[in-house]
């Protein structure tokens, strides 16, 4: 009788271990199952945010190049003109961007140098020329609200034509050009602004441009991850290579 209870209870151990260990496998399957989802929600966010970075990113330096371009296009354009007494008669004098105050020329070709260095650069060396950009576009700003006020140029310009020192123009009026070079001026603050608020979660260039010696460093960081492929396939390149 005994042995009859002690082989039934050996076949109900038998019975509850196999049941175990057949219910393991679909668990240990609903977890593997559960992991991709969690990683495919990780990657997928990842990868909206790295997209949304490169926006910003092209945003930014196109702020950067249409402000300089703007102020590059109306330096040479008239800012202010008049007329000079020259022998009892009038001749008509005026004065560009660039003669009232070349610096402003200047600096829109340093926003547009930061613009395009903005790619090329990451972290403590973007905020820095995010910094320069700032001051470019603050000193652009500056300089053409002055020259829209400006008369120094046209009585030089005015001086010269009556070949007389101290001679003045007369009737000297303002065109609106210096106020589209103030223009171009905020945007090349608002690029600076932004590369420097928001500059070091931009992507750099892709390394399909860096040196053979950091491909060769990467390689043998060990197998490509499914974040390695999402972002390959981010910066355009093939991830099956």
Known sequence: MSDARTEAGAARAGTETDGRAAGE??????GRAAEPGEAGSVEDRA?????????????????????????????????????????????????????INKATSALALLGLAGGLAVL????????AIGALVTLAGIGVTVLAVRGAGDTSAVNSEAAGKAAVEGVRA?????????????????????????????GRRWPGMSNRYEAPAGKAVAAKRGPATNADLWNALDRGEDPTR
């Open 47 to 99: 990868l909206r945010e790295r997209r949304a970075a490169r926006r910003e990113l092209t945003v930014t330096v196109l702020l950067a190049l249409v402000g300089a371009a703007l102020v590059l296009s109306v330096a040479g354009r008239t800012w202010a003109e008049g007329t000079a007494p020259v022998h009892g008669s009038r001749i008509a004098v005026h004065a560009s961007g660039n003669a």
């Open 25 to 30: 496998p679909a668990g240990a399957a609903a």
């Open 170 to 198: 007369v009737d000297v009026s303002h065109t609106i050009w210096p106020w589209f070079a103030a223009v171009g001026g905020v945007l090349i603050l608002l690029a600076g602004l932004l590369v420097v608020l928001r």
């Open 120 to 127: 090329a650069t990451r972290t403590i060396g973007r905020t």
